[in-house]
């Protein structure tokens, strides 16, 4: 079966700290990546996709992420974080398996220290 | 903008109640779905339809049900509501299998 597996639970950083968020997905076949976030109260969003071309995808507010096909990987990237990074972040996988599906990693929770 | 509504923030309903939640999107997708949101567990895909009146079961379709009659609404039902349904329930909406979803507020059921 198709999974997506975030490395990490929790995550606790101080502002201006790099970040690095793992994804690890399960499918052999073309695949469709995406990071998205909740900040506390407000509702998901996308943060960044990558369906094909140049494998470093950047996206808003500074994050980037690449997609490394031969470890089936699309880890998120920030150089430096800030208080309002604070969320909770998903990685996503779409898949065609006779009708496309997208699958969710569990999440991570981020904690920026101000 | 994309909007995607939920009818309801919160919800509290008692154990043997049938419930629905309702889901409308403004901007004729074709797609659109429904998600339970656990802790550590993530979004877990429990119906989608992909045309008006079509439906496929995600991965935890068991005790739920849905209907879209219309292209911009998609309701879940809870024929009949156990505690273990208790959760976050999030709709979404997408332009085509592939493209990026957009998400409602979502709706908060506690079942008691």
């Known amino acids: 079966a198709q999974s997506v597996s975030q490395h990490n639970h929790h995550v606790i950083l101080s502002e201006a700290a790099s970040l690095e968020l793992g994804c690890n997905y399960s499918y052999g076949g073309t695949v469709n990546l995406f990071w998205y976030v909740q900040y506390p109260g407000q509702h998901l969003q996308l943060l960044l996709k990558y369906f094909s071309g140049d494998p470093l995808v950047k996206g808003i507010k500074g994050f980037e992420a690449e997609f490394i096909k031969s470890k089936f990987s699309f880890n998120l990237r920030k150089p430096s974080v800030q208080w309002s990074d604070t969320a909770e972040y998903f990685c996503a996988v779409t898949v065609n398996t006779g009708g496309f599906k997208t699958i969710f990693g569990a999440g991570t929770r981020l904690f920026v220290k101000a | 903008d994309v909007k995607v509504t939920q009818s309801s923030r919160y919800l509290v309903k008692r154990t043997g109640e049938k419930v629905f939640l309702e889901c409308v999107q403004d901007m004729d997708h074709e797609n659109m779905f429904w998600y339970r949101q656990d802790p550590g567990l993530g979004l877990r895909l429990i119906y989608f339809?992909?045309?008006?009146?079509?439906?496929e079961k995600g991965d935890i379709p068991e005790g739920y049900s849905v209907s879209r009659e219309k292209k911009e609404r998609f309701s879940l039902i809870l024929e009949s509501a156990s505690t273990n349904q208790t959760s976050m329930y999030l709709c979404?909406?997408?332009?085509?299998?592939?493209?990026?979803?957009?998400f409602g507020q979502g709706t908060r059921l506690t079942v008691v």
């Open positions: 979404a909406s997408s332009s085509s299998g592939t493209e990026e979803a957009f």
């Open positions: 339809s992909y045309d008006v009146k079509m439906k």
